[in-house]
């Protein structure tokens, strides 16, 4: 297990290192120069561009550029944003956590519903609530995020009046913790469905296709043969094998959430990761593109790598791949 | 199956069978007829749309539904019905024009990386490995503003990352077929690499291929209407589902039913297809029902 470890933790080194070239190859190619905008002011002259060029480093070549940039990413430096005259850290520091908070509710959301309604679908095949969490996962799977979300708000919004469409929490705080806990969850729900919807309809149905499988199994057969009450078999000798590879779904389905959150947050305004990378990357704010890019790509990169151990844990065949 | 005989007579109707089996799927066939529906009135927008796409006419914006305008009117008085129909012949042919590459590019690699193996093979799945390991959204974004808008710059973006699930199944069936019997009979009485490549290999690969193209469509019409909403898509100029439910976003305080239209377009085309998809997956191979 050791081994298998080292030897991912490295591959997933190496392809963090090309994650890093990407993006500031991607970064470089993008049309307009920043400085550009400074030409149009009369009061500064093409010598004081030229000389802002040189100071920051924009007339070196490629090879240089990127090493130098990298060698600052090291040292924890990670530049300013043009648009918000921020550090981009402090940028991170305000967007980050808004996005974490998002992910982590619709996740939770997503997997306290589709964990029972995939086991009872399963155990009560063809039931009533089966075809209902079909047709529901169906929906999920293929409903457009974004839809979904300007539909939700056309009618929680604007025509019950009864959630707000926008924002992250109320201009005044409520005076007490749980007041505040209240407040954030009334702005989270909408976002936290739209972007849960499919995950939620995906974990639905593996649950149970992974709980079907597990039922048949002579194992299975064994704990009722043994007279064992039928809940317990269910929850107790089923369930927990049919998890695993839910588990495993689980961990991969992250990323996806990050796209999830980039179009979520633009539709809701809600002012997290997703959205600043979306908006830097339309006012051409570099610093901020290549560092949010590159934040979640490492983060995709870190879920792979749970995804993979987590599955080594739990089927030791793929660790002597 | 020892009798060459048997085995031809099997894989000529082969096709029928699958046929037959997709038939007998309700949700696929209803799936596939609704895709047709929508494509139809795409490609003769043209001719049954009552305006251009392009009609402004400003003593008439937000018009709510009526006889004379089915679905209203938007934020310039265009009639939304037109434009819809107009907006689906870029949704669908992006979808149409994606799966095909996605699934020739997809499957040469695919092929070429299971059959010959070695080197080539390593190569092409590092490279699908690292594909795999960029989030993809935020990807294409910035491909998208560096390339900038247009339907082939999109062709372009989604194709990209439209071959990978192709070539990694491709590749595994390629894989599996290559120690195969059959394959080693065709090699023993001479057969040439073409022949084996073209004869034995592909007919059996078309499968999944097919059904990997059809969810294709789906997921490149998706694709298309999230970028051209982030305003990174189609130019919003051209009508396409993803621009005019960006447009309506904007307006939607005046006439939220504009908003509904074009998102409820992209999600029935796109329902229709996975339940085309999943019906062929099923009809092709029937051990994978009910997954």
Known sequence: MIGYTVRRIGQNLLVVLLVTFTTFFLVSQMPGNPLDQLLMNPEITPEQVANLKRIWGMDQNFAVRYVGWLGELVRGELGYSFRFRLPVSELLALRLPNTLILMGASMLLAMSLALPIGVYSAVRQYSLLDYVGTGFAFFGLSVPNHWLGLILIVLFSLHWRILPSAGFRSLTLPPTVWGVVLDRLKYLILPMITIGISSMAGWMRYTRSSMLEVLRQDYTQTARSKGLAERRVILVHALRNALIPVLTIFFMAIPGLFSGAIITEAVFAYPGMGRLYWEALLSKDLPVVSITFLIIALLVAFCNLAADLMYAVVDPRVRYE | ?291
């Open chain 2, 1 to 291: 199956m020892k009798e060459p005989r048997v085995r031809a007579a099997r894989s000529q109707s082969e096709f029928v069978i699958v046929f037959r089996r997709l038939l007998r799927h309700r949700l696929a066939i209803l799936g596939g007829a609704v895709f047709l529906g929508f494509g139809l009135m795409a490609a003769l927008a043209p001719w049954i749309a009552p305006e251009g796409p392009n009609d402004i006419n400003i003593t008439r914006r937000f018009r709510e539904p009526s006889p004379s305008h089915p679905l209203g009117t938007d934020e310039l008085g265009r009639d939304v019905l037109s434009r819809i129909m107009y907006g689906g012949r870029i949704s669908i042919a992006l979808g149409l024009v994606v799966a095909l590459t996605g699934a020739t590019v997809g499957g040469l690699i695919g092929a070429m990386s299971g059959y010959f193996g070695g080197v080539l093979d390593s190569l092409f799945m590092r490279l699908v490995d690292f594909m795999l390991a960029i989030p993809t959204l935020p990807i294409m974004m910035i491909l998208s503003a560096i390339i900038g808008q247009g339907f082939w710059q999109m062709v372009f973006v989604l194709v990209i990352f439209g071959w990978i699930g192709i070539a990694r199944i491709v590749r595994g069936v390629v894989l599996s077929l290559r120690e195969q019997d059959f394959i080693a009979a065709a090699r023993a009485v001479g057969a040439s690499r073409s022949r084996i490549i073209l004869r034995h290999v592909l007919p059996n690969v078309m499968a999944p291929i097919i059904v990997a193209a059809t969810l294709g469509v789906a997921s490149a019409i998706l694709s298309e209407s999230v970028l051209s909403y982030l305003g990174l898509g189609i130019p919003p100029n051209v009508p396409s589902w993803g621009n005019m439910l960006m447009k309506a976003r904007d307006y939607f305080l005046r006439l939220p039913i504009l908003v509904v239209w074009p998102g409820l377009c992209i999600f029935l085309t796109t329902l229709s297809v996975n339940f085309l998809g999943d019906g062929l997956r099923d009809a092709i191979d029937p051990r994978l029902r009910g997954r």
